[in-house]
């Protein structure tokens, strides 16, 4: 099957060959000729399996066939005479998703006059409100600031042909039901519906039920994770050990860009800032930290000499990130699924990979749950601490970690009530500071009124 066979037009077919895509994978083979059709989707599929492009390309072909209305006043009107309105809604439930989605959308949208553009959170919506203005033919989106920009009147939704739900099941765990549900009903009722979750679970199928009409459904089985090539294994190790084994593992392990997963945004802070305390290079990415930020440390990430990346998963789904040698879950995944998009990280494209897992005692119950998933009994063991110097600096993380105490807190204080080389401020012939007298009760308008009278 090629890219031809699926009935792409020529600007689609040019912007796949500028891609570098040979041929179609199974999601965009099943999932391209039904969009073209105009049919519903409902869409099981990890990251990884080209689910992007089996969306974003045939809507742009849908796009293109629509024929655009004659300028009305100017408004959202090109330099051409094109006139520009949204038509094609796409939501996301992270800003590094929506920014991918936007970014593979105007890659394959180049040899057309589509216009697209992305908005969400974190930054400031002025020059997010002024592309609008301009008027766009696709937006991706996060669904608070699409809701925050339409309640102020910035863009409507009621000319919205297709409307595409991305990692629906991610959007549904972080508490975007009832943000759903309102963009779905400011939509027009008649409209081609799209929904793309990597797991489908019955509150996702409930609402598939009431979004879609008769959906063709699609579920592309993840791929069996290939043990030839990646080198699994489980360590048994308590919580308050974590930090030292990571270190010690980090620092003994020849390896080239490596994820650290963790469970929440002050793990990946906490352990973002230990990595660094002991000479790692290390940047940390969650939902909380600023748009700035995160997309600084991706891009950082993805260079040629790339830090150690310590993410939630909410912060690194759907990122596309190649090359990369370990993955560390730090924390073991309450959800079988995620253990896989995890460890699918590493060892593609034939490459060699490596990924072990901190497992402490409270965790063993989603040990074994992700032992049934993949069918097999991951390989344990112990680490062995004593085969380690005993790094003074290794000790300090592990000790702060452990107990909250910094001993370096101590000297500082000691420093900043001795002075600087010793001594208090009276040996160093300084003058006490003199208490400032007290300027008696203060006068108030009432009291001046009484001396009037008086």
Not at 109 to 115: A, C, I, N, Q, Y
Not at 118 to 127: D, E, L, Q, Y
Not at 208 to 225: D, F, G, K, M, V
Not at 253 to 279: E, Q
Request: charged share 30%.
């Amino acid at each position: 099957m090629t890219f031809e066979e699926l009935g792409l037009s020529d600007p689609l077919l040019k912007a796949v060959k500028v891609a570098g895509y040979d041929t179609p994978t199974e999601i965009q083979i099943e999932a391209i000729p039904r969009i073209l059709d105009g049919k519903d989707i409902l869409g099981c599929a990890q990251t990884g399996t080209g689910k992007t492009a089996a969306f974003a390309m045939p809507t742009i072909q849908r796009l293109l066939k629509t024929s655009l209305r004659p300028p009305r006043g100017g408004k959202n009107k090109s330099r051409r005479g094109i006139v520009h309105e949204l038509r094609c809604l796409v939501l996301a439930p992270t800003r590094e998703l929506a920014g991918q989605i936007s970014e593979n959308f105007r890659e394959y949208s180049h040899f057309t006059r589509l216009r697209q553009t992305v908005i969400f959170g974190g930054v400031g919506p002025k020059p997010q409100i002024q592309r609008l203005q301009r008027g766009v033919d696709i937006l991706v989106a996060t669904p608070g600031r699409l809701l925050d920009l339409h309640g102020k009147g910035h863009l409507e939704l009621d000319q919205v042909q297709t409307l595409i739900i991305d990692e629906a099941d991610m959007l549904f765990d972080m508490g975007f039901i009832k943000d759903l549900e309102r963009i779905v009903n400011l939509t027009p009722p008649k409209r081609q519906t799209l929904l793309f979750s990597a797991t489908i679970p019955e509150e996702v199928q409930q609402q598939a039920a009431q979004w879609l009409r008769n959906p063709y459904s699609i579920e592309i089985t993840p791929e069996a994770i290939p043990i030839e090539l990646i080198n699994q294994k489980i360590y048994f190790i308590e919580r308050d050990e974590k930090d030292q084994m990571l270190i010690q593992y980090l620092c003994s392990t020849p390896r080239g860009r490596t994820m650290v997963f963790v469970r929440t945004r002050l793990d990946a802070d906490r352990v973002g800032r230990n990595l660094n305390k002991v000479g790692l290079t290390a940047v940390s990415i969650h939902g909380e930290k600023a748009q700035a930020k995160r997309k600084r440390a991706i891009t950082d990430f993805k260079s040629d000499e790339p830090p150690i990346l310590v993410a939630t998963d909410v912060a690194a789904r759907g990122l596309d990130i190649s090359k990369v040698s370990h993955v560390i879950n730090y924390a073991v995944p309450e959800f079988p699924e995620i253990y896989i998009h995890r460890v699918g990280r590493t060892g593609r494209a034939g490459a060699k990979g490596e990924a072990i897992t901190l497992c402490s005692s409270d965790e063993r119950y989603h040990l074994g749950r992700i032992e049934e998933l993949v069918d097999m009994k991951l390989p344990t063991s112990q680490w062995p601490f004593e085969d380690f110097p005993d790094l003074p600096h290794l000790e300090k993380a592990y000790h702060r970690k452990k107990t909250g105490h910094d001993p370096r807190r101590k000297q500082r204080w000691e420093k900043r009530s001795t002075g600087k080389h010793g001594g208090n401020s009276e040996s160093k012939g300084r003058k006490p500071k003199k208490k400032r007298k007290s300027r008696g009760k203060a006068i108030t308008q009432k009291d001046i009124q009484a001396n009037k009278r008086g």
